[in-house]
T-cell receptor
C-alpha cells in the first residue's frame, strides 16, 4: 500500500498563477486534512473533510479551495497564488475513530515568486 | 487565542538526561491528543497517543491534565536520535485535528 501520496513534491509558481495540489490515499480513511507549514513553525489546518462530499474550513482557509468527490482524493486548489502561500503543504488522513492517528503524505514544497 | 500552544524551545539536552515539555489546549471539549515527531524536512509521524490515564512507551511518557488543559511529554535517557521537533495534536469534536507550533529538542553529546 502506498498510504498517502502527494503530488507534486516541488513546485515553483508565479504570482497570480493557479495550481492544484493532489492528495490520494489507499487506506480507506474517511477523514482527510490539508495543512501548511511555514519555516520553523507548526502545522496550520487549511481545510478538512469527514467524508466524500463534506468539507470544512480550518484555521487558515483564505486563498484555498478543496473538494472531496471520492473517499480516496482530496485536492487542494490555490487560486491567484501569492508569495504568502510559499510553504510546505501536508495532506493527512485518519481512520476517524476518536483516538485514531493521522498519517501524513511526504509534503509538497511550494514557492511563489 | 491559538487552539494548541507549545514552547518552541529549543530544549538543549545533554545525552542521557531527562527532558519534559508541555502543550496547552484551549478547547475543553477536545477528545483526543497525540504527540508527533517531525524530523527536518520530513512529514510528521506519530510518536504516541495520549490517554486519560497517561501512557508510557519505552523512554517516553505522556500525561494528560484535563483540569488544567495541558498534555506533557517526558523523554528519559535522551539519545542523540531524539533530536527533532515534537508536535502536539488535538482532535476536537467533528474530528478537526489541529497542532501546536512544535517544540524543538536538541540532544547533545
Amino acid at each position: 500500500n502506498a498510504g498517502v501520496t502527494q503530488t507534486p513534491k516541488f513546485r515553483i509558481l508565479k504570482i497570480g498563477q493557479s495550481m492544484t495540489l493532489q492528495c490520494t490515499q489507499d487506506m480507506n480513511h474517511n477523514y482527510m486534512y490539508w495543512y501548511r507549514q511555514d519555516p520553523g513553525m507548526g502545522l496550520k489546518l487549511i481545510y478538512y473533510s469527514v467524508g466524500a462530499g463534506i468539507t470544512d474550513k480550518g484555521e487558515v482557509p483564505n486563498g484555498y479551495n478543496v473538494s472531496r468527490s471520492t473517499t480516496e482524493d482530496f485536492p487542494l486548489r490555490l487560486e491567484l497564488a501569492a508569495p504568502s502561500q510559499t510553504s510546505v503543504y501536508f495532506c493527512a488522513t485518519s481512520g476517524g475513530l476518536g483516538g485514531a492517528e493521522a498519517f501524513f503524505g511526504q509534503g509538497t514544497r511550494l514557492t511563489v515568486v | 487565542r491559538k487552539e494548541v500552544e507549545q514552547d518552541p524551545g529549543p530544549f538543549n539536552v545533554p545525552e542521557g538526561a531527562t527532558v519534559a515539555f508541555n502543550c496547552t489546549y484551549s478547547n475543553s471539549a477536545s477528545q483526543s491528543f497525540f504527540w508527533y515527531r517531525q524530523d527536518c524536512r520530513k512529514e510528521p509521524k506519530l510518536l504516541m497517543s495520549v490517554y486519560s490515564s497517561g501512557n508510557e512507551d519505552g523512554r517516553f511518557t505522556a500525561q494528560l491534565n484535563r483540569a488544567s488543559q495541558y498534555i506533557s511529554l517526558l523523554i528519559r535517557d535522551s539519545k542523540l536520535s531524539d533530536s527533532a521537533t515534537y508536535l502536539c495534536g488535538d482532535k476536537a469534536a467533528g474530528n478537526k485535528l489541529t497542532f501546536g507550533g512544535g517544540t524543538r529538542v536538541l540532544v547533545k553529546p
